[in-house]
C-alpha cells in the first residue's frame, strides 16, 4: 500500500517568514495530493490540493509543488501569520478505492 | 455551505461499555469513511462505504468495531466493549463517487474517552 513520510514534524517560524512541509510518497500510480490545516481540537480542512498533472499550484500565499519523477510534494506558506499556527498534514490518494494516506502532521507555530 | 455532520462531539465512558457514534455526510456524496486519530498522529482509515456496500474495512478491529450504512446515507460506527486504548478522535468524511478525482471532507469529530 501507499506509504505518506511527512517532515518536519514541528516547524516555528517568525512571523512573515516562509514555512515549507516536505512529503515523499511510495505509489507511483497515486495521482492527487490534498494538504489539510487541523487546528486543536477541529477538523481537518482542506487547504489546496494537487494533480499529477500539474507541477505546482498557487493560492494567494499558499502554494503546493510536486514532483512525480522524485515522488515528493511540498507545501509552502508565505509571509506567514500567527493564524497559521495549526498542524499541517499532506496525504496522497490512491488505489481504485481512492483512499487517503496521511502523512504523520507538521506543528507549525508562527510566532509574533 | 454543506458541511459532514458528526454526533456526539464528545463521549466519555468506562471500559467495557458500548459507545456508538453517527456520521451524516455531505448530500450527494456516495463515498463515506471513518477514520481514527490518535493525538498527534494523522487519520487512519477504519472502513470505507460507496453507498450502502463496505469498499474497505481490512484496518477495522472487528471484535470489538461495527460500521453500517444502511440506506446508503447516513452511518454508524459502534464499539462494544470499549477498551482504553479506543481513546481518539473518531473522524467521519465524505466524497463524491469513486469515479470523480475530488478530495474527502470532514466532519467536526467525536472525541472518545474510556476511562
Known amino acids: 500500500g501507499e506509504n505518506v513520510e511527512q517532515h518536519p514534524s514541528t516547524l516555528s517560524v517568525q512571523e512573515g517568514d516562509s514555512a515549507v512541509i516536505k512529503c515523499t510518497y511510495s505509489?507511483?500510480?497515486?495521482?492527487?495530493f490534498p494538504w489539510y490545516k487541523q487546528e486543536l481540537g477541529k477538523r481537518p480542512q482542506l487547504i489546496i490540493d494537487?494533480?499529477?498533472?500539474?507541477g505546482e499550484k498557487k493560492d494567494q500565499r499558499i502554494a503546493v509543488t510536486l514532483n512525480k519523477t522524485a515522488k515528493h510534494f511540498s507545501l509552502h506558506i508565505t509571509e506567514t501569520q500567527p493564524e497559521d499556527s495549526a498542524v499541517y498534514f499532506c496525504?496522497?490518494?490512491?488505489?481504485?478505492?481512492?483512499?487517503?494516506?496521511f502523512g504523520s502532521g507538521t506543528q507549525l507555530t508562527v510566532l509574533p | 455551505e454543506a458541511e459532514v455532520a458528526q454526533s456526539p462531539r464528545y463521549k466519555i465512558t468506562e471500559k467495557s461499555q458500548a459507545v456508538a457514534f453517527w456520521c451524516d455526510p455531505i448530500?450527494?456524496?456516495?463515498?463515506l469513511y471513518w477514520y481514527r486519530q490518535i493525538l498527534g498522529q494523522g487519520p487512519e482509515l477504519l472502513v470505507q462505504?460507496?453507498?450502502?456496500?463496505?469498499?474497505?474495512d481490512s484496518q477495522l478491529p472487528k471484535d470489538r468495531f461495527s460500521a453500517e450504512r444502511l440506506k446508503g446515507v447516513d452511518s454508524t460506527l459502534k464499539i462494544q466493549p470499549a477498551e482504553l486504548g479506543d481513546s481518539a478522535m473518531y473522524l467521519c468524511?465524505?466524497?463524491?463517487?469513486?469515479?470523480?478525482?475530488?478530495?474527502?471532507?470532514f466532519g467536526p469529530g467525536t472525541r472518545l474517552l474510556v476511562l
Open positions: 468524511a465524505s466524497s463524491p463517487p469513486l469515479d470523480r478525482l475530488e478530495t474527502q471532507y
Open positions: 505509489d507511483s500510480a497515486s495521482n492527487y
Open positions: 494537487i494533480r499529477s498533472n500539474v
Open positions: 496525504a496522497a490518494l490512491s488505489g481504485s478505492a481512492r483512499q487517503l494516506t
Open positions: 448530500s450527494g456524496h456516495a463515498t
Open positions: 462505504f460507496q453507498d450502502e456496500s463496505v469498499v474497505d
